[in-house]
């Protein structure tokens, strides 16, 4: 049964699709946005290198089918130490499943099968499925062919990185969503001083968000240069 599983995967709270900037990604967004709505696609694959927002989209979706009163599940595959196949047992009854990083868990037999079953249990009632990885279906090194060829039967967006300037006009949507006004002086000053990887950013900025609410200063290259001591 369902809910004697340990389902104990939490979705982060901001992760939104209000909050994802799209860049280059606006018709992929959209098609998440109407399968969380259940709308659409029923099988969504997105692929693309860290840090272009595959999880992000993913649990953003869960977030926005819940909201619309829905039944989802999270599951992320990346630490498939952490979970076992027998997760994956009869949740098909739910409206919204997303599976993150599956490319983890290829080469492993009890997961490849378990995977397989599921994708068919979910296709024969016609419930939605987002699934993500690192790479596209074709370049995915599953051993069970079935498997491999049934995730190209769906819709595949490959999710594309943000240009310096996208990065910026990113984190001034997420400053905005917390009640903080980024400058897109500040935004390349931490490009050119920070990290340039959008989940070290977001965690950079969420460290300024706690220190300007701790010392009710705006976000000036001096504030920014003290908090990160720079």
Known sequence: MIDQLPLNIHLRDDATLANYYSGDNKEALSAVLDIA????????????????????LLQAACHKATEAGSTVLYIALKDEKKVSPAILQGIEVLSLICIDDIDSVAGKPEWEEALFHLFNKIRAINHRLMISSTVSPKDLSFVLPDLKSRLAWGVIYQLHRLT??????????????????????????LLNRCSRDMPELFAILEKLDRASLAEQRGLTIPFVKHVLGI
Not at 44 to 52: A, F, K, S
Not at 170 to 185: F, W
């Open 164 to 189: 310096d300037e996208q990065k910026i006009q990113t984190l001034q949507l997420r400053a905005e969503h917390r009640g903080l006004v980024l400058t897109e002086t500040v935004g390349q000053f």
């Open 37 to 56: 709505n259940g709308i659409g696609e029923t099988f969504i694959y997105l692929w693309g290198q860290t840090g272009v927002g595959r999880t992000h």
